[in-house]
Nanobody, 115 residues
Framework: QVQLVESGGGLVQAGGSLRLSCTAS????????MGWYRQAPGKQRELVARISTPYTTTYVDSVKGRFTISRDNANRMVYLQMNSLKPEDTGVYYCSVQEYGLTYWGQGTQVTVSS
């Protein structure tokens, strides 16, 4: 089992920045992926960014050039730096870990971008 705790969400004006953090309860083993998903009201959860071992990154097109995902394996953390935020980035952001064929989710953190 892996418990994930997100932090760093909040309310920000369009054009602003936020940094999300996610801490895992233990070191993630093997070939694994850590990532961020988001769910806007009335919409399905979607991938925002993910980083796979060793350091392969993937971004949804709408955030390319604005968001950066990174991880600190020793400290069991994954980050999402979000710049130039837009109202359409609003949603609940979830941290996710995929390890040995299993997927774990955090509780989510709310990000609200006002216009």
């Amino acid at each position: 089992q892996v418990q994930l705790v997100e932090s760093g969400g909040g309310l920000v004006q369009a054009g602003g920045s936020l940094r999300l953090s996610c801490t895992a309860s233990r070191i993630i083993g093997g070939i694994n992926t850590m990532g961020w998903y988001r769910q806007a009201p009335g919409k399905q959860r979607e991938l925002v960014a993910r980083i796979s071992t060793p350091y392969t990154t993937t971004y949804v097109d709408s955030v390319k050039g604005r968001f950066t995902i990174s991880r600190d394996n020793a400290n069991r953390m994954v980050y999402l730096q979000m710049n130039s935020l837009k109202p359409e980035d609003t949603g609940v952001y979830y941290c996710s870990v995929q390890e040995y064929g299993l997927t774990y989710w955090g509780q989510g953190t709310q990000v609200t971008v006002s216009s």
